[in-house]
């Protein structure tokens, strides 16, 4: 999923509790690779608690505080984004296993790709100088554009590297100072609702090492094929397509029951590729809707010709972002939009992203993007709000899942409302 800027973090901490790993009710036959025991127990920490204490007295309230005492269990409702980097480093292995220790049925991985050909898990190919020490290393020489001194504005790719050399970069928070005037300061600038305490360890991964990570903790998978400069893909893949067929043959190799695979894309092509070539991964392959009405020129929504369309060439789950999906009544209320009304009534499953990417302390109109639908603050004035759109989401738009930057939150709703 792409960067955007939720809420103020929290330690985990809770004693675990032993659960079953369960599947999306949608769909009988749908069932993840069994981990051993010890990854089993799910450990929510405070923050669901604090989140639900916070909240204005409702009905909603008060059914989330019958649920505190659990038994909490692992859900597909509730989605890992990048692993947990609400506080760890994204897409990386102790990101990961933060994820699904809060109880995500799924872990996402973005695939991009490395100079030398191997798939790796980063949310873009040219992202290294932000999420990685990279220009306080030796490295920095590599990249496409060097960091080299305040004001400067460095790109890193992992297509500058060979797989070694990415291996041997350590993952950091998203974030950067670009008026640094060193390179360990340019590495800093994370948000104050984050925190750089697990900034000391941050492991990269390749998809082959991700797939196998996921499997050993029992959570399906769902990589998303990242765009990339059009002639390296040429030079490393020999063209998109390729690059699309050889993001589902690492499941293949590894093999990885499709129906735990749901290949993603803000790509069209990608997505039709693989319900064409590959329908067996094509089946639940998520076209990536890229809607923004705050950027200028504006991206549209997709028209209803245009859902029409997809849905006669195989496509069934579109995942909008949160506020494409939401609005506010003239009670104040959040209720679903027109649109998301539109794609329910096409026929599409929605999953959507991504919650606790913003920092909602302060209102929804002082949380930039994933709240643009309560541009004044009507209905949610803190972070605790964050609930009440969760639960139009989950309950009137009925999504099938939510990618969370901080797994828990959702991992708590979604065992409280009886969603596997």
């Known amino acids: 999923m792409r960067f955007r800027s939720l809420t103020l973090g929290f330690l985990l901490a809770a004693a675990p509790l032993a659960v079953p790993v369960a599947g999306w009710a949608h769909d009988p036959d749908d069932r993840g690779d069994r981990g051993d025991s010890h990854h089993d127990t799910i450990q929510l920490g405070d923050r669901p608690f604090f989140l639900v204490e916070g909240m204005d007295e409702s009905r909603l309230k008060s059914k989330l505080q019958r649920c505190e005492n659990g038994p909490f269990r692992r859900s597909s409702f509730s989605i890992s ?173 590894a093999n990885v029951d499709p129906r735990d695979v749901y290949a993603q894309s803000f790509n069209k092509n990608d997505v039709l590729y693989w319900i064409k070539h590959e329908p067996r991964f094509g089946r639940q392959a998520v076209y990536l809707d890229d809607i923004d009405p705050t950027v200028s020129p504006p991206i549209p929504r997709i028209s209803l010709d245009e859902l029409r369309e997809l849905k006669r060439a195989g496509v069934r789950i579109i995942a909008p972002p949160i506020p494409a999906l939401l609005d506010v009544d003239a009670s104040g209320r959040i209720v679903p939009s027109q649109y998301a009304r539109d794609i329910k009534n096409t026929g599409f499953d929605i999953i959507t992203w991504s919650f606790e990417r913003a920092d909602l302390r302060n209102g929804g109109a002082n949380a930039g993007f994933y709240y643009y639908f309560d541009p004044n603050s009507r209905a949610l004035k803190k972070d605790s709000d964050m609930y009440k759109a969760l639960d139009t989401l989950a309950q009137q738009v009925k999504i099938r899942g939510i990618f969370s930057d901080w797994p828990a939150t959702v991992t708590y709703y979604a065992n409280c409302m009886g969603l596997e």
């Open 81 to 253: 984004h990048r692993g947990a980097p609400l506080q760890f480093p994204e897409h990386t292995k102790e990101g990961y296993e933060a994820g699904a220790r809060q109880g995500a049925g799924i872990v996402e991985c973005d695939v991009t790709f490395t100079k030398d050909g191997e798939l790796v898990c980063r949310h873009a190919e040219c992202d290294l100088h932000t999420t990685t020490n990279i220009v306080a290393t030796e490295l920095n020489n590599k990249c496409s554009v060097p960091w080299n001194g305040a004001g400067s504005s460095p790109k890193c790719c992992t297509s500058d590297l060979t797989l070694q050399e990415f291996k041997s970069l350590q993952g950091k928070m998203d974030a950067s100072n670009p008026n640094a005037t060193t390179a360990e300061g340019f590495l800093g600038g994370t948000a104050d609702f984050r925190t750089d305490l697990y900034n000391s360890r941050g492991t990269l991964l390749t998809l082959r090492e991700h797939i196998a990570l996921a499997k050993r903790l029992g959570v399906k998978h769902t990589p998303e094929l990242k765009e990339g400069d059009p002639q390296r893909i040429m030079t490393v893949f020999g063209g998109q397509e390729n690059y699309a067929q050889r993001m589902i043959d690492a499941y293949k190799e």
